[in-house]
Nanobody, 126 residues
């Protein structure tokens, strides 16, 4: 069992930055692929970024490439999402998720992830 707790959301002006954190319980954090997803009002949950268990490989949706960076610290059981140059369309509830998955093609799908946090709100004003 893995419990995930996100933090770091808030209200920011367009062009600003936020860093989200997700702390995981349990001693097997390093065995999980970690992902960030987001869900805006009236829209489906969408993939944002993922990172391999070692941190050596990262994956992003096109709309955040060059602006967001996912990273992890396995010693702290924490995954981060650094978000720069934020846009109003980035407004959403952001969720972190954990998966035990070997096929990187599946990292983009919410159904791949077994454990989810409660979410943290990010609001970007124009």
């Amino acid at each position: 069992q893995v419990q995930l707790v996100e933090s770091g959301g808030g209200l920011v002006q367009a062009g600003g930055s936020l860093r989200l954190s997700c702390v995981a319980s349990g001693r097997t954090f390093s065995r999980y692929v970690m992902g960030w997803f987001r869900q805006a009002p009236g829209k489906e949950r969408e993939f944002v970024a993922a990172i391999s268990w070692s941190g050596g490989n990262t994956y992003y949706t096109d709309s955040v490439k060059g602006r967001f960076t996912i990273s992890r610290d396995n010693a702290k059981n924490t995954v981060y999402l650094q978000m720069n140059s934020l846009k109003p369309e980035d407004t959403a509830v952001y969720y972190c998720a954990a998966a035990q998955e070997d096929n990187r093609r599946n990292y983009y799908y919410a159904g791949t992830y077994r454990y989810w946090g409660q979410g943290t709100q990010v609001t970007v004003s124009s």
